[in-house]
């Protein structure tokens, strides 16, 4: 299993941007994939995730109303479109995979990808 994280960069707070996930080696047709992300110093945190089977998604109470998690109908990419940033959002952020739960707790989830860097600042 194979992802890559790709769309980060550095941002003004209120700007956007949008992070992809491309998955590849996956076999299971049912599952979470995840938006995680630590800042530095922090515990890792869970951002959002959807479900392959249904498209249900979760997210975390500081990001819903600003970011939005979607996936092409392949199922092999999945996006992050990140609105409004703000500068408490600066992290790396990392997909991964995981069981069908649309959790956010990276226990949940077994498979990770590289991280791909966020920095909100002006």
């Known amino acids: 299993v194979q992802l890559q994280a790709s769309g980060g960069g550095l941002v003004q707070p209120g700007g956007s941007l949008r992070l992809s996930c491309a998955i590849s080696?996956?076999?299971?047709?049912?599952?979470?994939i995840g938006w995680f992300r630590q800042a530095s110093g922090k515990e890792r945190e869970g951002v959002s995730c959807?479900?392959?089977?249904?498209?249900?998604?979760n997210y975390r109470d500081s990001v819903r109303g600003r970011f939005t998690i979607s996936r092409d109908k392949a199922g092999n990419t999945m996006y992050l479109q990140m609105n409004g940033l703000k500068p408490e959002d600066t992290a790396v952020y990392y997909c991964?995979?995981?069981?069908?739960?649309?959790?956010?707790?990276?226990?949940?989830?077994?498979?990770w990808g590289q991280g791909t860097e966020v920095t909100v600042s002006s």
């Open positions: 959807i479900s392959t089977h249904d498209s249900r998604t």
């Open positions: 991964a995979t995981g069981r069908p739960t649309i959790g956010l707790l990276p226990d949940e989830y077994d498979y």
């Open positions: 080696g996956f076999g299971s047709t049912a599952y979470s």
